[in-house]
């Protein structure tokens, strides 16, 4: 028994050129940029709406130290929750649109699709970097170089951390996908 998407037939076929939109590097790109997307348009509101929050508290002059760590910890609380709710969603979004990603290279007889799946993902990771690097840059002239270092090093771990956490999701959902294939695939 051979593994999934792997089976050989008796006679050589050849293989149809493939268009440079349909390689195997354009279709990881592409389905990294979708969840990216979705995640950065989520993440600049909510950070947005973070840092928005802190700079009206420490405004106020009325408020005592106990009260604005009070709020901090409550946008804390506000920022993970919705934090995990972009993970989820997002990651939903990117199972769905890697197993796209792994139908149209398998209609294009490509069976080497494990890498393809875990490139989507890990391009998640690597575009959030980016996306990462560009806030601090915005933002770059507020704060010491030992400041701007940890943000760095901060935004490259938590890149990192979920670039695997992505690849992972899109590897499992891919070949969840082409067992499911496999299984119900008609033998002659």
């Given at each position: ?104 290279q398998l209609s294009g007889e490509d069976y080497r699709w494990h890498w393809t ?72």
């Amino acid at each position: 028994q051979q593994p999934a998407a792997a089976m050989t037939a008796s006679f050589p076929r050849p293989v149809p050129f493939v268009v440079w939109y349909r390689t195997r590097w354009a279709l990881a790109q592409l389905g990294a940029v979708m969840p990216f997307a979705c995640m950065a348009i989520e993440w600049r509101y909510s950070v947005g709406s973070f840092g928005g929050a802190l700079n009206q508290l420490r405004l106020g002059e009325a408020l005592d130290d106990e009260l604005l760590s009070d709020a901090v910890q409550s946008e804390m609380f506000e920022l993970v929750t919705v934090s995990m709710m972009v993970f989820l969603l997002s990651a939903a979004m990117l199972a769905i649109v890697t197993v796209g990603v792994v139908y149209v290279q398998l209609s294009g007889e490509d069976y080497r699709w494990h890498w393809t799946a875990a490139a989507c993902g890990s391009g998640v990771g690597v575009l959030l970097l980016a996306f990462g690097l560009l806030l601090v840059a915005e933002h770059a002239q507020e704060d010491t170089p030992l400041q701007l270092l940890h943000t760095v090093l901060v935004i490259a771990l938590s890149a990192s951390t979920l670039a695997l956490a992505y690849a992972a999701v899109a590897f499992l959902s891919a070949r969840t996908f082409v067992l499911f294939i496999d299984s119900s695939e008609k033998r002659d």
